[in-house]
């Protein structure tokens, strides 16, 4: 899976609200270059080649809204905590991100899946099946409404995952 990950300059509602225009603009304007991308490998090629024009997106957004924030743009590898949805789990883990940083990159974060599919909500069975091998599905797909987990483990997760970077 590949995610987009936006992080807020700070927790202030201006800044917050800003963080979401920047989603929606990034997500509007790159929305077709996404739907031919039939792998990971392509879209985290994709993504990298146009980095600048991610930037430039976020950047653009920012001045029609009155803000000189800086923007930094990168594609990475990261930690995600564990996320539920209605019916589909993603474990926490280490997951390839098109990572866009808005200021001092301190504020609460905003994410989405856009690989399979830009949001999570629209993805279908049969495009997780395209991505995702017998066991993710099973780990995804999962029904338990309970999930035992060991908080030791998911902090050493964490901080393996920032000393590998």
């Known amino acids: 899976m590949f995610r987009l990950h936006i992080l807020a300059n700070s927790d202030s509602q201006e800044d917050q609200n800003l963080k979401l225009k920047v989603r929606d603009a990034v997500l509007n304007e790159s929305n077709a270059m996404f739907k031919n991308c039939s792998s990971l490998e392509e879209m985290i090629n994709l993504c990298e080649s146009k980095i600048d024009f991610f930037k430039e997106t976020a950047e653009s957004c920012l ?12 594609v990475d590898r990261e930690y995600f905590n564990t996320r539920e949805y209605d019916e589909i789990t993603l474990p926490s883990g280490m997951y390839n991100a098109l990572k866009i940083e808005i200021g001092k990159a301190e504020g609460h974060n905003w994410w989405c899946v856009m690989f399979p599919a830009i949001c999570l909500p629209s993805v279908s069975e049969s495009e997780l099946n395209n991505v995702l091998n017998d066991d993710e599905l099973e780990l995804v797909a999962s029904d338990n409404k309970y999930e035992i987990r060991f908080k030791i483990v998911e902090i050493y997760e964490k901080i393996k995952s920032k000393i590998q970077n």
């Open 63 to 74: 001045r029609k809204n009155g803000c000189d924030y800086s923007v930094n743009a990168y």
